[in-house]
């Protein structure tokens, strides 16, 4: 298992765009555990340096040589690794009065693992975790789409008692967001529609919003696109605030310039007057507030309401003075 994950899963799952390390957890690599018996090396005049010293001298993987010709030279090469237990026990450590000392004379010599403290689980089942990280700045949900998209081909490569399952997926919730984002601000259009036709019954102020809103939204992506921005929590957040920001203008404005209209008004001039009584009315509004008064003050109906501004530079009053009715 370790090694299939090593030599098939992992370097193919490498090489995608975006991924940025790919580590193995839980496997256990084959390897020849030696438990010396210091009472039997001392009993031959041995120590633990000499049973170093020739497990290191019998065990090596390099060239034993080479021959020259006039026109090639070849390696002579040879695999002296000893891969079990059986091939170190009768390995000869040394010679005391004329007779070989063997490794199985002074040492357990068992077949194990590299680290017996090393394990993962999926569940109640031992496993093989592969770790897949992405690299830094690349879409996370564009990076499991395309691991996704990969694992059923590397699961064919595999023997058939091999599973292979996604243990998790830190894209889920990611993926959860953009829904809930998307269902509330098409909800957001169609409640806009509705209130506005159902109070105004008016078909060109309903499409006034119906137009406005979704092209705001078509703009924020074009501009996110453009700058190469992504969809996380606080562009998810900042979409949602905006689009409350963008109803809330729509019906507000529209439903005044409607009233003042009612009243008697042309187009063009009840939509300026409209607009600029809101830019004083939040004008005051903003000076109060900072000035630690209550903003509300300003939202009830006023008339002929003289509202105290701010001291200038030079130390001189200003005064805010309009008739207007909320």
Known sequence: MEDLADTRLAPKIS????????SISGGQKPA???????????????????????LIAANVNQAKGNFDGPHQSYQIGANDQLMSSADYQPLVIAYRNGAPVKLAEVADVVDDVENVRQAAWMNATP????????QPGANIITVV????????????????????????????????SVKDVQFS???????VVMVIFLFLRNLSAT???SVAVPLSLIGTFAVMYLLGYSLNNLTLMALTISTGFVVDDAIVMI???????????TPMRGGAERRLADRIHDRVADHLADRGA????????YRGAAVPGIRGDAGRSRFWSRRWSR
């Open 15 to 22: 090489q995608l765009p975006g991924v940025g390390l790919v």
């Open 32 to 54: 020849v555990r030696i438990q010396a018996n210091p009472t039997a090396l001392a009993a031959r005049g041995l120590n633990m340096e000499d049973l170093r010293s020739a």
């Open 127 to 134: 496993a093989v975790i592969l770790n897949i990280q992405r």
């Open 145 to 176: 789409d395309r691991i996704k998209k990969l694992l059923p081909q590397l699961t064919l490569t595999l023997p058939s008692s091999v599973d292979v399952r996604i243990l998790t997926d830190r894209t889920t919730t990611i993926r959860a």
């Open 185 to 191: 601000l098409l909800l957001t259009v169609a409640l």
């Open 207 to 209: 499409l006034i919003p």
């Open 255 to 265: 439903e005044n310039i409607v009233r003042y209209i009612e009243q008697g008004e």
């Open 294 to 301: 209550d903003p509300a003050a300003v939202h009830g109906r």
